[in-house]
Structure formats: C-alpha cells, structure tokens
T-cell receptor
C-alpha cells in the first residue's frame, strides 16, 4: 500500500528534551511538509522540502529542525527551544510541478505531549 | 493575520439536509482553494478543490462555490450523512508558485450530522 506513515502515534517527553518525529512516504513524492495543529486552530506549516537535501522554513519554524537525506524520509526534531511543543504534528507529501496544484497527502499524525 | 477564515467553529445539521460550510479569505492572490476533511486523531483527507478562475465545482454530494468579489467560498454537502461528521478545513494556495508548498489553512469547522 502506498502512503505516509508517522511514528509513534503518541509520544511523551520531559520538558527540556529534544524529540524526533518520524515521517516516511512510499508515494515517490518529491515534496514533504510538516504541520502543527493546536486545539481550535488550523494547520500551520513548520518546514517543507521540495527535494532531497533542501528544505525551507514555514511560518512557525522556530524551535524545530528537519533533515531530508532521503526522498522517502523527512524527520522533524522538536528542540528544547520550542516554547510550546505539546501539539498534534502532521506530515504530508506531494508531487511538485508548475501546472495544477499538487495535492498534499497527509499521514495519521503524532500527538506529542511534553510533561 | 489570518488570510483564510472559517468563522463558524461548529455546525450541526440533520441527516438528509444540506450542510453549508463557509470560508472567507483576505488575500486575492490565491490560485486554488481546497477543502479537507479530518476525523479526530487522523490526518486530513482531500475532499474537493476549485480554481480561482471558476465559480463552481461539483463532485457527487459535494459542491464548492467561489465568489471572488466577496472573497468567499462555501462547501455544500447534499444530502448530509452521519459519516460526514468531521472537521472541515478550508485551504488556499497562493499565486506564483507551482506547488502547493504554501497551503494556508483556516481554523476549521466541526460538522455534526445528527441521525
């Protein structure tokens, strides 16, 4: 089955610890994205990557870091510098191109709780 | 400032009736508008889209209307079914880029369809 996997589904960490969220896709998509969702809020873009070894900051990149060493993988590290890390994190992927829009396909999400 | 606004956090309708979800935007420089549907603890799934050059797009029970002069779009679901109960996000793709790397989301409207 083609799709996007995020692991784990629930993650608990102590304050001050860095934590890395996994995102893997086998859709052969070039682009991958990380969003954050807070209660009553829309999705906000953290980082995105259009191609391997390249990524750009989204609207709320502070306190986060990413890497894109492989096309299939786009891990997100929530660092201790992120002031409010408790949230639902969503990974997405899409094709790229300059024609019509490129639909983003989302993973099931990881709920991170920092204690 | 929020460029895409969904001013109704929730909507409740009876099964079989019409559901109308609304979305307003403040920036005219959007190429496409999309609706995503999200169940709790899952990633959003794409529902329907509309190009900024059109005023209507229909797909089965779902129709999206775009009123550019009012900077307003709406999603109509007819007839509504209990399985439609979910949070619906309006999203927009800014002009000038080929990919959807800069999806701008509204805060979502929670739809409840009562049997």
């Amino acid at each position: 089955d083609g799709g996007i996997t995020q692991s784990p589904k629930y993650l608990f960490r102590k304050e001050g610890q860095n934590v890395t969220l996994s995102c893997e896709q086998n859709l052969n998509h070039d682009a991958m994205y990380w969003y954050r969702q807070d209660p009553g809020q829309g999705l906000r873009l953290i980082y995105y990557s259009q191609i391997v070894n390249d990524f750009q900051k989204g609207d709320i990149a502070e306190g986060y870091s990413v890497s894109r060493e492989k096309k299939e993988s786009f891990p997100l590290t929530v660092t201790s510098a992120q002031k409010n890390p408790t949230a639902f994190y969503l990974c997405a992927s899409s094709t790229t191109g300059t024609g019509n829009y490129n639909e983003q396909f989302f993973g099931p999400g990881t709920r991170l709780t920092v204690l | 400032d929020q460029q895409v606004k969904q001013n109704s956090p929730s909507l409740s309708v009876q099964e079989g009736r019409i559901s109308i979800l609304n979305c307003d935007y403040t920036n005219s420089m959007f190429d496409y508008f999309l609706w995503y549907k999200k169940y709790p603890a899952e990633g959003p799934t794409f529902l329907i889209s509309i190009s900024s050059i059109k005023d209507k797009n229909e797909d089965g029970r779902f129709t999206v209307f775009l009123n550019k002069s009012a900077k307003h779009l709406s999603l109509h679901i007819v007839p509504s079914q209990p399985g439609d109960s979910a949070v619906y996000f309006c999203a927009a793709i800014p002009t000038g880029r080929g990919g959807s790397e800069k999806l701008v989301f509204g805060k979502g409207t929670k739809l409840t369809v009562n049997p």
